[in-house]
């Protein structure tokens, strides 16, 4: 299986799903919270999928601890700033492997 494809597929889902957070947090946009979820599910599968590929182990450390932040993330208040810092820190160990 080829891990690029899930790098980039994971990639754009998780920058769209970050925006749609930061957009409704402002009050930009107004979305059902379904496909906010609908998001969030879908990159929770496609990292876990990535766990599965021939990634470098470093990878998949960064991989495996961007996952366990969007595990945790619901734990946080939705908007607050718990919820804010967890995103942003899967979100930035997430790119770390892109760039």
């Known amino acids: 299986m080829n891990p690029e ?5 994971g990639f754009m889902i998780y ?14 946009i107004s979305i059902d919270k379904r496909i906010h979820q609908y998001f969030y599910s879908i990159l929770i599968l ?5 766990l599965f590929t021939e990634l470098i182990f470093s990878e998949k450390i960064f991989v495996m601890l961007s996952l366990i932040c969007l595990i945790i993330l619901p734990f946080g208040k939705k ?9 942003s820190a899967g979100y930035i160990l997430f790119s770390l492997q892109i760039f």
């Open 46 to 50: 496609n990292l876990t999928i990535l």
């Open 5 to 9: 494809i899930f790098l980039w597929t």
């Open 15 to 28: 920058s769209v799903n970050y925006l749609i957070g930061w957009f409704l947090f402002f009050r930009i």
């Open 79 to 87: 908007g607050g700033i718990f919820h804010i810092a967890v995103s």
